[in-house]
Antibody
Framework: QVQLQESGPGLLKPSETLSLTCSVS????????WSWIRQSPGKGLEWIGH???????NYNPSLKSRVTISVDTAKNQLSLKLNSVTAADTAVYYC??????????????WGQGTPVTVSS | QSLLTQPPSVSGTPGQRVSISCSGS????????VNWYQQLPGTAPKLVIY???HRPSGVPGRFSGSKSGTSASLAISGLQSEDEADYYC???????????FGGGTKLTVL
């Protein structure tokens, strides 16, 4: 079964760029949608965006100007970049497989999540 | 402020049946299917109901979901101590072409 594992630096300073990687095992990124979701104490779960294996993306408008999601089919990974971070970007970041079909969409499975703190 | 409204907390005793509500609007629940996620302390969310009322393999039959109009609910019957967790509803929001989540409901088993 598919398993996801996020990785990346856990501590950033304001204005830096957040870069996270999600490694997919037990299955291929090809043919599927993949998402990034974050969870902060103040805002709960927040969908960041998703990408199809072909590279087409859709982002949350609240983050669109700062976020880039990409997929590397050779490495079976997806990545998240978030520019100009502030304390408001402090959260646990999850990657998840977006199952889409017949008008229904859900996230399954999820990675274990990686905590990111933005502090000077 | 989430587009989906859930009660902050619910509680029940072992064996009891509890229900968690999720209220939305015509642009989210009203036109899309609803999913429910269980988050045990310190872990990632886990899918327990998808497409309004379907249970993934491995999820006990005690969990059930329903949707009517712009609202949905998750019911847990035969409550067990291991069900104590945070529960989130989620659906697609047409204006975003993306997902939205409820604020979460903390289930306490007394």
């Amino acid at each position: 079964q598919v398993q996801l594992q996020e990785s990346g630096p856990g501590l950033l300073k304001p204005s830096e760029t957040l870069s996270l990687t999600c490694s997919v095992s037990g299955g291929s990124v090809n043919g599927y949608y993949w998402s990034w979701i974050r969870q902060s104490p103040g805002k709960g779960l927040e969908w960041i965006g998703h990408i199809f294996h072909s590279g087409s993306t859709n982002y949350n408008p609240s983050l669109k100007s700062r976020v880039t999601i990409s997929v590397d089919t050779a490495k079976n990974q997806l990545s998240l970049k978030l520019n100009s971070v502030t304390a408001a970007d402090t959260a646990v970041y999850y990657c998840a497989k977006l199952v889409a079909g017949g008008g229904a969409n859900w996230f399954d499975p999820w990675g274990q999540g990686t905590p990111v703190t933005v502090s000077s | 402020q989430s587009l989906l409204t859930q009660p902050p907390s619910v509680s029940g005793t072992p064996g009891q049946r509890v229900s968690i509500s999720c209220s939305g609007s015509s642009s989210n629940i009203g036109s899309n299917t609803v999913n429910w996620y269980q988050q045990l302390p310190g872990t990632a969310p886990k899918l327990v109901i998808y497409n309004n009322s379907h249970r993934p393999s491995g999820v006990p039959g005690r969990f059930s979901g329903s949707k009517s109009g712009t609202s949905a609910s998750l019911a847990i019957s035969g409550l067990q101590s291991e069900d104590e967790a945070d529960y989130y509803c989620s659906t697609w929001e047409d204006s975003l072409n993306g997902a939205v989540f409820g604020g979460g409901t903390k289930l306490t088993v007394l």
